[in-house]
């Protein structure tokens, strides 16, 4: 039987891997949008479930922050949607603390 500590950072990872996929639909070229932020922050892929607030602040930096909530906005209703959450379960938080508590929710239905 596999270790607490092991099943959270097999979800960690899970999450992450879906939480990319919710950023590259719901940011309009995602793709290039993730690489720009990777060569010119700090921002990296495999740290965007643990540290969403990097992400956040670079896109508000990029696109203003107008923009940047229609994004968090698309980003955070697709990820709800993929981890089977409701949408208004984390709607009224900021994107950072959302994104956690989406985390939390998603580690309840993986143990």
Known sequence: MRSTNEKIIKAKREFNRILIQAILEGLDFGEIVLRFMELNSQVKRSEMGEKPELFAEKLEEVFGSWTANIFEERILRILSMKIGIEY??????????AVKKAFREFLKSVK
């Open 88 to 97: 208004s379960s984390i709607e009224d938080f900021n994107f950072s603390k």
